[in-house]
């Protein structure tokens, strides 16, 4: 028993500290798979600037209709910039080729991201990029050091400076000070990249909201079948002294 307890902590450890971003605090993303205008909000940003590098290959566009409350022809109207047929999978844009040739590696499909990494990783990921002339983008993450990718929402956050203090002789990140503004305010921006998380989040298990209905159904029969059953074996055994 003693080595099955050791083998888990030296399992479940090391999870959270990745969850934790390298020692960088996640912000709480605070979604809400339940606003259908938001998750169609995380949608549209998502095929306008991230579907030309990154795929959901097991998120077809048909099934995101039905679940976010769009028509099919919605959809096609507005959202289909890389197939032509609704039941096809939301497929990258970019050729893997040039992927190479520019970023050196095929940029992840992010399916299931959101569960790799968790939502709060991904709203403090979406938020922490910040100046550094060293990185080829001439950018760099608070919670992904030394990434591989473009800052491709600085129209509308703006360039910000991370601000790093010593700690122990080590340089731990302390605050953000922007050094030209967005398009957007920082209330602005922070809700933008809160509905692409929860669109995140959606497509990386599409029937979740109704897996936890269903849950919370479950869970109310247990308990009436449960004070039905506590009645029945005082009345069996009633008579029994």
């Known amino acids: 028993m003693k080595k099955l307890i050791i083998a888990f902590v030296m399992a479940v450890v090391p999870t959270f500290g990745m969850a934790a971003g390298g020692g960088i605090n996640l912000d709480s993303a605070d979604i809400d798979l339940g606003d259908q205008a938001s998750l169609q909000r995380g949608a549209k940003l998502f095929v306008n600037s991230c579907l030309s590098c990154h795929s959901a290959q097991y998120q077809r566009y048909n099934?995101?209709?039905?679940?976010?409350?769009?028509?099919?022809e919605e959809v096609k109207a507005n959202l289909m910039f890389?197939?032509?047929?609704?039941?096809?999978?939301?497929?990258?844009?970019?050729?893997?080729?040039?992927?190479?040739a520019w970023f050196g590696t095929l940029p992840p499909d992010?399916?299931?991201?959101?569960?790799?990494?968790?939502?709060?990783?991904?709203?403090?990921?979406?938020r922490g990029f910040y100046v550094d002339e060293n990185r080829p983008f001439g950018v760099n993450n608070i919670v992904f050091p030394d990434v591989g990718?473009?800052?491709?929402?600085?129209?509308?956050?703006?360039?910000?400076?991370?601000?790093?203090?010593?700690?122990?002789?080590?340089?731990?990140?302390?605050?953000?000070?922007?050094?030209?503004?967005?398009?957007?305010s920082t209330e602005e921006f922070d809700g933008t990249m809160r509905d692409l998380t929860a669109f995140l989040s959606y497509i990386g298990e599409p029937i979740q909201m109704e897996?936890?209905?269903?849950?919370?159904?479950?869970?109310?029969?247990?308990?009436?079948?449960?004070?039905?059953?506590?009645?029945?074996?005082?009345?069996?055994?009633k008579d029994v002294h």
């Open 63 to 72: 099934r995101m209709a039905k679940d976010l409350g769009m028509s099919e």
């Open 82 to 100: 890389t197939t032509d047929k609704i039941g096809d999978t939301m497929k990258v844009a970019m050729k893997p080729e040039d992927a190479a």
């Open 110 to 126: 992010l399916s299931v991201i959101a569960r790799s990494r968790g939502v709060d990783w991904l709203y403090t990921y979406l």
């Open 149 to 184: 990718m473009p800052h491709v929402f600085w129209e509308q956050q703006g360039m910000q400076k991370a601000i790093f203090k010593d700690v122990d002789g080590k340089q731990v990140f302390d605050s953000f000070e922007l050094v030209s503004k967005g398009t957007m």
């Open 211 to 237: 897996r936890k209905a269903l849950g919370v159904k479950v869970i109310i029969f247990l308990l009436f079948f449960f004070v039905v059953a506590i009645m029945l074996k005082k009345e069996y055994w």
